[in-house]
């Protein structure tokens, strides 16, 4: 039986993704000196050896008492599994809020899985929900009751939106016979919403036919700005001027900016595109770094600027950071390329002890790096207008772990060390659109898939989610990637001297090596107080709370894999509970949960249920006519709708506490 993949999946293990070719530290000779003792014991040897002379339930019921005692996180943990619908912790409410498919413009139409068009989708909310940025309506009497959700649309699942597809092989495009008006309706389907949404007698709802709503799409005309833009290499036939972009993609997550704007991320652009760069072109090894074209879609077929043959730069338009005001409507989305180009997972922030704005982000790839952005400005608080194009001047850097416990931030600045027109960076522009390439040149650490990377705005240190990477040889391992085979990924801890997040320099340590404590040869170091429901694999993003908690939302898990779906876990920072995790909600079977947001009073969190019903391995199929699960409807003939979800403790209160 021919392999059934689903579009994560293949990004996930397909080797033409735009792999890194350099030898970047992955400093063999340093195998885990920075584990230490005390991790190790604490980790699977510390349970290993437990579970020889204590028995299971035994270790269960002692790890739930120690849990409840030695963490900040006040809640009954779900039992881990997989089933076809959603599971949140006992007293609390897990309401839906919004779904493929519902109204988001004035006036659009409902949903009708059978007779979807591009412009009914154009009006409607869009597939693949990712990160949720809430923002508290000014004037409101309750600001963590009413205020407005941005929500990033990454990708679309055409064997569940669209009935009678046939698939085939994932090395080429995955369906054969898309035609234009589906492909059209998928461009529809893919970027952004911003609804608003209200909170009254305890349950949210999305306020209908609201000013503010909007939908972005991957038509949606887009401001080029920074040092890239008009740059040659960013102009097409369309677009002569190098700063007029149509559209965003695969924005996965982002980030709330102080000044009252959403930053959302494009990652996994190369599969757009389709076509053959002609034989020597300029664009050859910059694209072939990002995995252009990545042929997962068939939108080349009917769109030029999607077929490198006949628009070779169309992709260096895409890969960036995308700045968007959610209160106004009209305003016309900014790809700020002062970041540089990658496949961003999120674009977290902080204002600086000195006032500027410290952007961190991840670049999605296996081997792939962690990058800073410093603004040179400070934050006006006082007149946030004054903050509207700070983004487009800073300092850009990369990181490199070292085996003492420090990190240290490598400049990617035009000029400096290697970046010079000798080797291909004739001005920051290339710095920007090559970043890979550049952030080679200066040796950078190659990371274990790098996904959402944020600041504890409590206590000033920094995480980095690393959601895995199977590919890793043994002789590959250094100290902030540890394992060979790394299915299940892990989280490291940074921690900027004195708060100084533009300092050269950082301290990094492990917070916690992720997979299944109980099974020594996986190397895991959950403390031992987590339960048998409490660890997980393949941390993806995470959110602090206003106590700065850390929660942490997983991307990967399956029956096969883990025994359980993705959901979302409070893992325990600080303290003697330190490395305890526990299990508050899960996903249906094929989902992954996406975009942990709190209002700022803690008693709301929003999450994102993304692509419920994927098939996960072979023999998995999963389609429109027969999918796994019908979440959240459960009606015959409406496939799953992947769907934003509003957390609430019943009674009220601040969740887990
Ligand atoms: Fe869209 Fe890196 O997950
Ligand atoms: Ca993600
Ligand atoms: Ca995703
Ligand atoms: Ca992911």
Not at 406 to 425: I, K, M, R, S, Y
């Amino acid at each position: 039986m021919r392999d059934i993949l689903t579009r994560a999946r293949a990004y996930e293990q397909s080797e033409n993704v735009g792999r890194n070719p350099t030898d970047n530290p992955t400093i063999g000779d340093v195998i885990a000196e920075r584990l230490g003792r005390r991790d190790i014991l604490k980790g699977a040897l510390g349970v290993a050896a437990m579970a020889a002379t204590v028995s299971p339930l035994a270790l269960a019921a002692a790890g739930r008492a120690h849990a409840q005692s030695a963490t900040r996180y006040r809640f009954d943990e779900i039992e881990a599994g997989v089933d076809k619908t959603h599971h949140v912790a006992a007293g609390y409410d897990a309401d839906i809020l919004i779904r493929w498919g519902d109204p988001v413009l004035a006036g659009a139409p409902a949903f009708d899985p059978r007779k979807q068009t591009a412009a009914t989708q154009r009006q409607q909310f869009g597939y693949n929900c990712d990160f949720l940025g809430y923002f508290p309506m000014p004037g409101a009497a309750n600001p963590s009751h009413h205020g407005l959700l941005a929500v990033n649309l990454e990708y679309t699942n055409e064997e569940l939106m669209f009935p009678g597809l046939k698939r085939q092989d994932v090395k080429g495009v995955l369906f054969a016979d898309m035609t234009k008006e589906l492909v059209d309706i998928e461009m529809a389907a893919h970027g952004g919403a911003v609804i608003e949404v209200r909170r009254e007698n305890g349950k949210w709802q999305v306020v209908a036919n609201s000013k503010y709503g909007r939908r972005i799409d991957a038509t949606t005309p887009m401001e080029i700005t920074g040092p890239a833009a008009g740059h040659a290499r960013l102009q097409t036939s369309a677009d002569p001027s190098g700063r007029r972009a149509l559209g965003m993609i695969n924005n996965c997550a982002g980030g709330v900016t102080p000044w009252g704007t959403w930053l959302t991320c494009e990652e996994n652009f190369h599969g757009y595109f389709n076509g053959k760069l002609p034989d020597g072109h300029r664009e050859a090894s910059n694209h072939k770094r990002y995995g252009v074209p990545g042929n997962s879609y068939a939108w080349g077929t009917f769109h030029d600027r999607f077929n490198v043959t006949k628009e070779p730069n169309e992709p260096n338009r895409f890969g960036w950071i995308v700045e968007i005001d959610p209160f106004d409507p009209n305003s016309v989305p900014k790809k700020r390329t002062a970041f540089g180009r990658g496949k961003h997972e999120g674009a977290a922030g902080i204002i600086n002890s000195d006032g500027r704005y410290v952007v961190y982000s991840g670049d999605d790839q296996r081997f792939d790096y962690v990058y800073r952005f410093v603004t040179n400005a400070r934050v006006d608080r006082a007149n946030p207008k004054a903050n509207r194009d700070i983004l487009d001047d800073g300092v850009l850097s990369v990181a490199r772990y070292n085996v003492d416990g420090t990190v240290d931030w490598l400049p990617l600045v035009h000029g400096q060390g290697p970046l010079t027109a000798a080797n291909g960076f004739a001005s920051q522009a290339d710095v920007v659109i090559a970043r890979r390439l550049a952030a080679d040149l200066v040796g950078a650490t190659k990371m274990d898939r790098p996904e959402d990377v944020e600041a504890n705005p409590v206590t000033q240190k920094v995480y980095v989610i690393l959601t895995n990477n199977s590919n890793r040889k043994p002789d590959q391992v250094d100290a902030a990637n540890p394992r060979a085979d790394n299915r299940f990924g892990h989280i490291i801890e940074m921690a900027p001297p004195g708060g100084d997040h533009a300092a050269a320099q950082f301290r990094w340590e492990m917070l916690v090596r992720c997979g299944d404590p109980s099974v020594a040869g996986v190397g895991a170091s959950f403390s031992t107080d987590t339960t048998r429901n409490g660890w997980f694999g393949m941390p993806d993003n995470i959110a602090f709370d206003s106590q700065g908690r850390l929660w942490v939302a997983t991307d990967g898990n399956s029956k096969s894999r883990t025994g359980r779906t993705d959901g979302l876990w409070g893992v325990e920072t600080e303290g003697p509970g330190r490395g305890t995790s526990r299990h508050f909600f899960r996903v249906p079977v094929g989902a992954e949960l996406c975009g942990p947001c709190f209002t700022p009073d803690d008693e709301t969190l929003f999450v994102a249920v993304q692509h419920p019903g994927e098939g996960v391995s072979a023999g998995e199929a999963s389609t429109f006519e027969e999918p796994v699960t019908r979440w959240p409807d459960f009606k015959p003939d409406t496939p799953p709708r992947p769907s934003v979800v509003a957390i609430t403790k019943r009674g009220g209160g601040k969740i887990a506490s």
